[in-house]
């Protein structure tokens, strides 16, 4: 029973461990968009005027 | 300039969506509905996970093998993009294959680990596909990064029918559920568990689908972050 318990519970930790780490990326990624596109957008401004 | 979408596409959420239900119905039926073996007892049960994530695996690298193939032929980023994104999943299944296979084996056998035929065939096909995502990572350039990701995902799946067949080419101690009797297949279960074992396979490929769905989405994003930096160098440099 010990061993049922351990083995399901490490399958569902690994699991959500791994969809931790892609929210995880997607928010840094989300986050680096943000600033790329504003310092692009920063860059432009200043051509334009 | 346009902003390119940070939110991952409808697809992963509705894939997710399916899996929930169908995840928590396999497990009913694998820690409840199934009946108990009657030499191993309870912890046979994890028998159920630990076949549902080999199945996933090999899934996965079939993934890998395919639009490997298809890059070599076609030259497009998006099957590249897939690929790379089942290499990595294919590893998070074999990850979970072998920690399950663990606890059944220290259950079963009193070890955490042997050097048997399909445990070790199944450690090398892990180590191929680590080293399949450490050649992405090094190779410079998105062309050749993925000419050689494709050659190698190609050359990595030889390790898949390698573990499948393991248990029926050499003797070891890991069951093989499938036994070929005059030619045609048998599998020595009761039908209740094998009903368990093929809704807890469903279950865990769509939890595959929708991983894989949702990783793409971000190899796309992560792209896009690269093309961004590209422009703000030369941004920059003008």
Same mark, same amino acid.
Request: aromatic content about 12%; cysteine-free; proline content about 3%.
């Given at each position: 029973?010990?061993?049922?318990?351990?083995?399901?519970?490490?399958?569902?930790?690994?699991?959500?461990?791994?969809?931790?780490?892609?929210?995880?990326?997607?928010?840094?990624?989300?986050?680096?968009?943000?600033?790329?596109?504003?310092?692009?957008?920063?860059?432009?401004?200043?051509?334009?005027? | 300039?346009?902003?390119?979408?940070?939110?991952?596409?409808?697809?992963?959420?509705?894939?997710?969506?399916?899996?929930?239900?169908?995840?928590?119905?396999?497990?009913?039926?694998?820690?409840?509905?199934?009946?108990?073996?009657?030499?191993?007892?309870?912890?046979?049960?994890?028998?159920?996970?630990?076949?549902?994530?080999? /199945?996933?695996? *090999?899934? =996965?690298? #079939?993934? +890998?093998?395919?639009?490997?193939? @298809?890059?070599?032929? $076609?030259? &497009?980023? %998006?099957?590249?993009?897939?690929?790379?994104?089942?290499?990595?999943?294919?590893?998070?299944?074999?990850?979970?294959?072998?920690?399950?296979?663990?606890?059944?084996?220290?259950?079963?056998?009193?070890?955490?680990?042997?050097?048997?035929?399909?445990?070790?065939?199944?450690?090398?096909? /892990?180590?191929? *596909?680590? =080293?399949? #995502?450490? +050649?992405?990572?090094?190779?410079? @350039?998105?062309?050749? $990064?993925? &000419?050689? %990701?494709?050659?190698?995902?190609?050359?990595?799946?030889?390790?898949?029918?390698?573990?499948?067949?393991?248990?029926?080419?050499?003797?070891?101690?890991?069951?093989?559920?499938?036994?070929?009797?005059?030619?045609?297949?048998?599998?020595?279960?009761?039908?209740?568990?094998?009903?368990?074992?093929?809704?807890?396979? =469903?279950? #865990?490929?769509?939890?595959?689908?929708?991983?894989?769905?949702?990783?793409?989405?971000?190899?796309?994003?992560?792209?896009?972050?690269?093309?961004?930096?590209?422009?703000?160098?030369?941004?920059?440099?003008?």
């Amino acid at each position: 029973m010990t061993f049922l318990f351990l083995g399901y519970s490490v399958f569902w930790l690994l699991l959500a461990a791994y969809v931790a780490m892609l929210g995880a990326r997607q928010r840094r990624l989300a986050e680096e968009v943000a600033d790329l596109s504003a310092a692009l957008d920063k860059g432009a401004g200043r051509r334009m005027g | 300039m346009t902003v390119p979408t940070t939110r991952p596409k409808k697809t992963a959420a509705v894939l997710l969506a399916i899996a929930a239900p169908a995840v928590v119905f396999a497990m009913y039926m694998a820690l409840i509905w199934a009946p108990d073996e009657r030499t191993l007892g309870t912890v046979q049960r994890i028998f159920y996970i630990h076949v549902g994530s080999a /199945w996933n695996a *090999y899934l =996965a690298f #079939l993934i +890998v093998f395919v639009t490997s193939i @298809g890059y070599l032929l $076609r030259r &497009r980023p %998006a099957l590249d993009a897939v690929a790379a994104s089942a290499a990595e999943i294919g590893i998070l299944f074999t990850t979970l294959t072998l920690a399950t296979g663990s606890f059944w084996a220290r259950a079963v056998w009193n070890v955490w680990w042997t050097w048997d035929p399909r445990l070790t065939t199944t450690l090398i096909m /892990w180590f191929m *596909y680590i =080293a399949y #995502l450490l +050649v992405r990572a090094a190779a410079e @350039g998105e062309e050749r $990064r993925g &000419r050689l %990701a494709a050659v190698f995902g190609i050359a990595a799946f030889a390790t898949v029918p390698l573990v499948h067949f393991s248990a029926t080419w050499w003797r070891g101690m890991h069951p093989n559920i499938v036994q070929f009797q005059g030619g045609t297949p048998r599998m020595n279960m009761d039908p209740e568990m094998i009903v368990t074992m093929l809704v807890a396979v =469903a279950a #865990l490929t769509l939890v595959n689908a929708a991983l894989l769905a949702y990783r793409v989405d971000l190899e796309h994003l992560s792209r896009r972050v690269a093309l961004l930096r590209e422009r703000v160098r030369l941004e920059v440099e003008s």
